[in-house]
Nanobody, 127 residues
Framework: QVQLVESGGGLVHAGGSLRLSCAASGLTFSSATMGWFRQAPGKEREFVAAINWNSDTTRYADSVKGRFTISRDNAKDTVYLQMNTLKPEGTAVYYC????????????????????WGQGTQVTVSS
């Protein structure tokens, strides 16, 4: 009964910030690889960021590097995505995803390689 529950989405103006949270349950979170993906209407789901089990390694899509920060708190079984300087093209449903393995390299930037995903949270960035 693995559950990933995203929260923190909303409506912001371009240049604004949001902090997304993903609370995990039913998963050995402390050894899991965690990632964020997003999907805009009519587009494929795309990679945003990922973090390994002990926060030693992070990876970002070029489109968000320098503006977004992924982090995790293993004591709270929660992963975060701090999004600064948001752009209208950031409008999408953002999904939290989890891989059971701590070997981050197994997952790459492909959504389908992860084992679990949440219901998503809507982020809308107005011009």
């Amino acid at each position: 009964q693995v559950q990933l529950v995203e929260s923190g989405g909303g409506l912001v103006h371009a240049g604004g910030s949001l902090r997304l949270s993903c609370a995990a349950s039913g998963l050995t979170f402390s050894s899991a690889t965690m990632g964020w993906f997003r999907q805009a209407p009519g587009k494929e789901r795309e990679f945003v960021a990922a973090i390994n089990w002990n926060s030693d390694t992070t990876r970002y899509a070029d489109s968000v590097k320098g503006r977004f920060t992924i982090s995790r708190d293993n004591a709270k079984d929660t992963v975060y995505l701090q999004m600064n300087t948001l752009k209208p093209e950031g409008t999408a449903v953002y999904y939290c995803q989890a891989g059971r393995s701590s070997r981050m390299r197994l997952y790459g930037s492909t959504s389908a390689t992860y084992d679990y995903w949440g219901q998503g949270t809507q982020v809308t960035v107005s011009s």
